[in-house]
Antibody, heavy 120, light 110 residues
Framework: EVQLVESGGVVVQPGGSLRLSCAAS????????MHWVRQAPGKGLEWVSL????????HYADSVKGRFTISRGNSKNSLYLQMNSLRTEDTALYYC?????????????WGQGTTVTVSS | QSVLTQPPSVSAAPGQKVTISCSGS????????VSWYQQFPGTAPKLLIY???KRPSGIPDRFSGSKSGTSATLGITGLQTGDEADYYC???????????FGGGTKLTVL
């Protein structure tokens, strides 16, 4: 079964740091681009970042550029999101998502998400 | 303010057809594939349509997608109460070098 399981979401103070993880199983992880997408409480989906299969190509939303870093450990079938200088507006449910085959964008498998709360 | 524009809500009666629009620009919808996602409250999004008009395995043919210029449309026929959900369009924006989503449309089946 193809599965993505996120972890690492906690309550953190503004200005703090956090690292999210996404464990993948059921598919050849290093064949696919991977994404992080977030959803603030009661709001819509917001794309956050992507990593190409080899981690060489990464892209970020303007709202997180310079503060978040996406990385992957293909030997561990894992995707990561290092989040620094956190702001209250970063509070959201963070989803890990797998891209469609041979495509940069378009997500066909999603995890259940991990909740990040930035609050003093 | 989302880069892609969707109506906040649409509604129709069971058995009827509804369309949801997604308006963008030449740098996103106009030049890249559009995908559509369905999300029920408290659950993760689910891919409904990819590459503008293709359905993943398991998605019924009641769901369809189309694109013309800088606009895309999701169509749902034979509406069921179980289709009540939020629907999002998404694509890549070549100018921003970023993924973009619409603001989402809440479908109510009356």
């Amino acid at each position: 079964e193809v599965q993505l399981v996120e972890s690492g979401g906690v309550v953190v103070q503004p200005g703090g740091s956090l690292r999210l993880s996404c464990a993948a199983s059921g598919f050849t992880f290093d064949d696919y681009t991977m994404h992080w997408v977030r959803q603030a409480p009661g709001k819509g989906l917001e794309w956050v970042s992507l990593s190409s299969w080899d981690g060489v190509r990464t892209h970020y939303a303007d709202s997180v550029k310079g503060r978040f870093t996406i990385s992957r450990g293909n030997s561990k079938n894992s995707l990561y999101l290092q989040m620094n200088s956190l702001r209250t507006e970063d509070t959201a449910l963070y989803y890990c998502a797998k891209a469609l085959p041979a495509r940069l964008y378009g997500m066909d498998v999603w995890g259940q998400g991990t909740t990040v709360t930035v609050s003093s | 303010q989302s880069v892609l524009t969707q109506p906040p809500s649409v509604s129709a009666a069971p058995g009827q057809k509804v369309t949801i629009s997604c308006s963008g620009s030449s740098s996103n919808v106009g030049s890249n594939y559009v995908s559509w996602y369905q999300q029920f409250p408290g659950t993760a999004p689910k891919l409904l349509i990819y590459d503008n008009n293709k359905r993943p395995s398991g998605i019924p043919d009641r769901f369809s997608g189309s694109k013309s210029g800088t606009s895309a449309t999701l169509g749902i026929t034979g509406l069921q109460t179980g289709d009540e959900a939020d629907y999002y369009c998404g694509t890549w924006d070549s100018s921003l070098s970023a993924g973009v989503f619409g603001g989402g449309t809440k479908l109510t089946v009356l």
